[in-house]
């Protein structure tokens, strides 16, 4: 009897060895990069990243990227070759530290930007994760499309009087922060800003904004007769397909 609980206890032992050494610390850096921009960093609260076992929803590691938006005359204006970082060790991303025992498919979620609530959109991917395998450098890099529209002018529920003059003043960025401006590197010449408002009569009319003098900033001037509004201003690239809208409300007397 001895003897077998002697057995039975090495066998134990060999296997929580064999457990604790067969796991390999292994490292994960993942980006999240504005579509036809830079990367989400510090200076807009970075991206939440999440990676989760795609089997289990079992949450492996989280964190927010924090760093610059990275190199703007490499990353947009020098031609990319086949293996040349666009990175480096000061561009925004996380890395996550994970011990694995075996190659896990996971589920990799970059949610961006995250100061921006109204403007943050999801983006995932899928892949295999090996023990001892690194995933480095230039780690995996998600794609965030969009802008950032910012309704200034007018208010939230905003009361003004029938037949005065409404301003409508959004600001237009890139998803990264990133500036926009009339034959910049983010040209608002290509862009279409909008605003659709809507009465609650169910009537709808739509007023095309104008880049101000201010950078990033678009307005509009439009009057309105009584009733109570909802307005939906809007940004559009129809080059790259990135859009963006805010949402405000108004009270007309």
Known sequence: MIKKVYIFSLIITVFMSFSSVSAQNTSVTVRAKAKDAKFIGTSIGGAQIIIKNASTGEILAEGITSGSTGNTEKIMKTPHKRGEPITNDKTAGFTADLDLKEPVFVTVEAYAPVLKKQAAVLSSTQLWLI????????GLILDIPGFVVDILSPQTHESISAGSELR?????????????????IWDANDYEVKALIQRDTGNRTEVELKFADKQSTFTATTTLEKGVYHISIYAYDPKTGNTGLDQTSVIVK
Do not use: Y
């Open 131 to 138: 023990p001892g395998k690194n995933i480095e450098g230039e």
């Open 168 to 184: 409508l003043k959004a600001n237009v960025v890139m998803m990264c922060g990133c500036p926009t401006s009339p034959d910049g």
